[in-house]
């Protein structure tokens, strides 16, 4: 189960970077803004991705420690975590020649929001024959 888990880590994270992609494209068509020099699109991918990975191996790891009840105490602490996520895009200093700088915590607070989402919305397509993901890992 853990390949299983290791694997919607990968793809759920892809689908959060894609996502997250298309929110910058559409922000920045919609706003007139380019924040692309601060929030890279590539680095943006990575980090839903690898965020997804240790969400994954976070979920596994939670699952031998608890042994049952593994799926809403993951749900709680992930939703947890990407709220506690935004705090520094609030107090990110952006460079003095950025047009518009109170528009970008509109555009990286949302995409805090993606792993969480992509992973949930993935997880029961992963263990769709299993009741729970924390029986299947059982």
Request: charged content about 10%; some cysteine.
């Amino acid at each position: 189960m853990f390949k299983q888990l290791l694997f919607l880590g990968i793809v759920s994270g892809l689908l959060a970077g894609l996502a997250a992609f298309i929110y910058q494209r559409v922000y920045s068509t919609a706003l007139g803004v380019d924040f692309t020099a601060i929030a890279k699109p590539a680095a943006v991918v990575i980090s839903s991705t690898v965020g997804c990975i240790i969400a994954a191996i976070g979920y596994w790891i939670l699952s031998k420690l608890l042994k049952s009840n593994t799926e809403p105490v993951f749900n709680l602490l992930f939703a947890i975590l990407s709220f506690a996520s935004i705090l520094p895009a609030f107090s990110t200093k952006l460079p003095l020649d950025v047009t518009s700088p109170e528009l970008f915590p509109g555009l990286v607070i949302p995409m805090h929001f993606f792993p969480a989402l992509a992973f949930f919305t993935l997880e029961p397509l992963f263990f769709r024959n299993k009741k729970t993901t924390t029986e299947a890992l059982v």
